[in-house]
């Protein structure tokens, strides 16, 4: 007997990614050794290998671009994703300039900021392979950018007396920029690499998969609904309307654009390290991520596929 594993798990809007991650996420929740017994293994499922999948999809995100698609790619990913980092800035600063590092309702400033600065673009990607232009799927460069983890780590940091990290932002750039140069100087390799990024999406789900515990979902539910209501109220309106309203487009790009990434889940250890000050609060906050995590990866591709639907009719 065959399965149509395949076939399936298209049917589900961003299932490429999304059934994967769930896969490895129970696997990791009940036997969390299984994953953990050594490489190669360890780094196919696991999130020690997330970054090495999200370079290789840069690098060959980079080789499918024209020059000529950059100033479309600005004019409309550009625009959304500046407006979400100019409100989730301003927004994380509100917060730790009037809450402090504990935070308000139950739940910390690293928490807090962590989400509302959050983009996913793994499942941004999976979702744009189904309904989205070249122009779209090329926002997914820009969202690596805008959605790592050095843009929390700075707002929270700069409480501490920190400052901007250059060499993360470089390190996100440097792939696609390779890339680019490279199907610069031979465009046969575009052939080759056109599905690279459709076939690596299960990786990333595996390995984003890897890093989550359903325990931790299931015991933050409360704050963390609260959190990731918060984060949607606070992004989704706006880039929502921008998208319809200013760039004339049907608004599943924008609406894809507003879900929580499992990287959200290094900000706590990673803030543990630039200050002590925040560690009590980290293993409340990584539950509390995760569930937004769990939830936005559920409900984003709904939304978006409501939208492209209802705008397609």
């Given at each position: 007997m065959k399965f149509k594993i395949l076939k399936n798990m298209q049917k589900v809007p961003g299932g490429m990614m999304l059934i994967p991650m769930f896969i490895t996420a129970l696997i990791n929740t009940i036997f969390p050794q299984v994953l953990n017994i050594g490489n190669p293994l360890t780094a196919m499922f696991t999130s020690k290998g997330t970054m090495t999948i999200i370079g290789i999809m840069l690098f060959c995100m980079g080789i499918q671009i024209d020059l000529s698609q950059i100033k479309n790619m600005?004019?409309?990913?550009?625009?959304?994703?500046?407006?979400?980092?100019?409100?989730?800035?301003?927004?994380?600063?509100?917060?730790?300039?009037?809450?402090?590092?504990?935070?308000?309702?139950?739940i910390s400033a690293t928490a807090w900021i962590a989400c509302i600065t959050s983009c996913n673009p793994g499942l941004y990607i999976a979702l744009m392979q189904d309904c989205g232009d070249k122009i779209d799927k090329s926002t997914f460069i820009l969202m690596n950018i805008v959605g790592l983890p050095f843009i929390p780590v700075c707002?929270?940091?700069?409480?501490?007396?920190?400052?901007?990290?250059?060499?993360?932002?470089?390190?996100?750039?440097?792939?696609?920029?390779?890339?680019?140069?490279?199907?610069?100087?031979?465009?046969?390799?575009?052939?080759?690499?056109?599905?690279?990024?459709?076939?690596?999406?299960?990786?990333?789900?595996?390995?984003?998969?890897?890093?989550?515990?359903?325990?931790?979902?299931?015991?933050?539910?409360?704050?963390?609904?609260?959190?990731?209501?918060?984060?949607?109220?606070?992004?989704?309106?706006?880039?929502?309307?921008?998208?319809?309203?200013?760039?004339?487009?049907?608004?599943?790009?924008?609406?894809?654009i507003c879900c929580v990434a499992g990287l959200s889940l290094t900000v706590p250890a990673l803030m543990e390290g630039v200050s002590g000050a925040y560690s009590a609060n980290t293993a409340m906050a990584v539950a509390q991520l995760s569930f937004v995590v769990f939830i936005s990866a559920i409900i984003t591709p709904v939304l978006v596929n409501m939208i492209n639907k209802t705008e397609t009719a």
């Open positions: 600005m004019k409309r990913g550009g625009v959304i994703l500046g407006l979400k980092l100019v409100l989730n800035v301003f927004v994380g600063v509100a917060i730790i300039r009037y809450f402090g590092i504990d935070g308000f309702l139950g707002i929270l940091s700069f409480a501490s007396g920190g400052g901007l990290d250059i060499n993360s932002l470089l390190a996100t750039c440097i792939p696609f920029i390779l890339g680019m140069l490279i199907g610069y100087l031979d465009s046969e390799i575009k052939e080759f690499t056109k599905d690279g990024v459709k076939f690596l999406l299960p990786f990333l789900g595996f390995c984003l998969g890897g890093g989550i515990d359903l325990k931790t979902v299931v015991h933050s539910w409360y704050h963390g609904m609260f959190l990731y209501l918060a984060y949607m109220l606070l992004n989704w309106p706006i880039l929502l309307w921008v998208d319809r309203k200013i760039l004339k487009q049907r608004g599943h790009s924008s609406t894809a």
